[in-house]
């Protein structure tokens, strides 16, 4: 029971905390710029956002990514996003499975994604040291399409009550990832990942990876929060900028694997860049949950939506892309701290076949 407690306490803070706390950094897409095209002939109806992401069809490039499950509220709030991701035909993530795994008291908390949206893509959801028995229940509990393997060094470190040894993780991704009848996909949570950090992901046999960049919700700061300690100064711009992690990972890993965006992306032009940059799907955790804990929450997260849909279809009709396929073909250029940032990290070639996309030569 103490433990049942001690957890509904933890989610509700996450909750309270990302309610409570601005996204930390900058998650550097103010560096992309897409090339509007000023011939392009592409009517507004001719536009579909539905694309692939591991082989399932979903509506929309965006997915609710990974945030609850395991107490009464989030089971409430698992419900709204599951019929949110119905309505839209998006694919989500439930929250971490640990909880149910340890107490089936639980489990209907992670349950109710999929009773609520039959048909839908939903992802399973374990932590790093997760052996394959759990990921396996975890991804049947659930009838899930694919497994999220979180890798939340960060949060652990700054949480007091969070685990300290690491050792022998990727030995058991490997086993998971070629054991679980499902694709798999090893995922940072917002210190952002590098390329050579994907290719021995990768190199366990994971099918994407979710780069989960610096410039949104950081745990760091949550843990802190709920410590009631303030955030050094340091530690607010600590990891790596999704855009750099991006363009890292796509470069790395982009023909091996498939690419979810993800850590601050807000609106729809860090949608568009980050698919252009070459991810397959993109990620949004901490805005989706603002607007699901506020009033109203279906008609807010619908409008949400439907703005972000709206900016991303009107930059497929000026940059001259039908489908998102054709949009991670268009022009990008990559300047400032993000140029930077690639040219020094040897992503200069990368960067330069982007620029240079639609060049007759
Ligand atoms: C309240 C909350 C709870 C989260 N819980 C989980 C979790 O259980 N498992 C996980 O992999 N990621 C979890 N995340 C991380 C998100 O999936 C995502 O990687 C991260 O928040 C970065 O995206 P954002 O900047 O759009 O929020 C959580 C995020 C939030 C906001």
């Known amino acids: 029971m103490g433990e049942r407690s001690d957890r509904e306490r933890r989610k509700h803070e996450h909750i309270a905390a990302v309610n409570a706390l601005a996204d930390q950094g900058a998650s550097g897409f103010e560096d992309v710029t897409l090339l509007p095209e000023s011939a392009s002939e592409i009517d507004v109806d001719g536009i579909s956002l539905t694309t692939e992401l591991l082989g399932c069809e979903i509506n929309s490039p965006v997915l609710v990514n990974a945030m609850t499950g395991g107490t009464d509220e989030s089971r409430r709030i698992n419900g709204l996003l599951a019929e949110f991701a119905a309505r839209h035909g998006l694919a989500m993530a439930v929250g971490s499975q640990t909880a149910a795994l340890k ?161 601050g992306i807000r609106n729809g032009h860090d949608v568009a860049k980050a698919l252009a940059m070459g991810a397959t799907a993109v990620g949004i955790a901490g805005s989706i949950m603002r607007l699901a804990t506020q009033e109203e929450p279906e008609r807010r997260l619908d409008s949400w939506l439907e703005n972000v849909h709206w900016t991303l279809k009107t930059i497929m009709v000026l940059t001259g892309a039908r489908t998102v396929n054709e949009l991670r073909e268009r022009p990008v250029m990559i300047s400032g701290p993000t140029r930077n940032w690639l040219d020094a990290r040897g992503h200069e070639e990368y960067r330069l076949v982007l620029a240079r996309r639609g060049i007759e030569r």
């Open 103 to 263: 107490d089936p008291s639980v489990v209907d908390t992670y349950t109710i994604v999929r009773e609520k949206n039959p048909s839908g893509v939903i992802i399973a959801n374990v932590g790093m040291g997760a052996d394959v028995k759990a990921a396996q229940t975890a991804v049947d509990l659930i009838d899930a399409d694919m497994l999220q393997v979180h890798w939340n060094t960060a949060q652990e470190l700054f949480m007091a009550e969070g685990d300290r040894h690491f050792r022998g993780m990727l030995d058991g991704l490997k086993q998971v990832a070629n054991s679980i009848h499902v694709p798999t996909i090893a995922k940072e949570v917002g210190q952002g990942m590098t390329g050579p950090a994907a290719l021995r992901f990768v190199e366990c046999g994971v099918h994407a990876v979710d780069i989960g960049g610096a410039g949104g919700t950081s745990f760091i700061a949550i843990e802190s929060w709920r410590r009631g300690m303030d955030i050094e100064r340091d530690w607010q711009t600590w990891g790596i900028p999704t855009a750099s992690s991006l363009g890292e990972v796509c470069d790395s890993v982009g023909s091996l694997a498939e690419i979810v965006a993800s850590g």
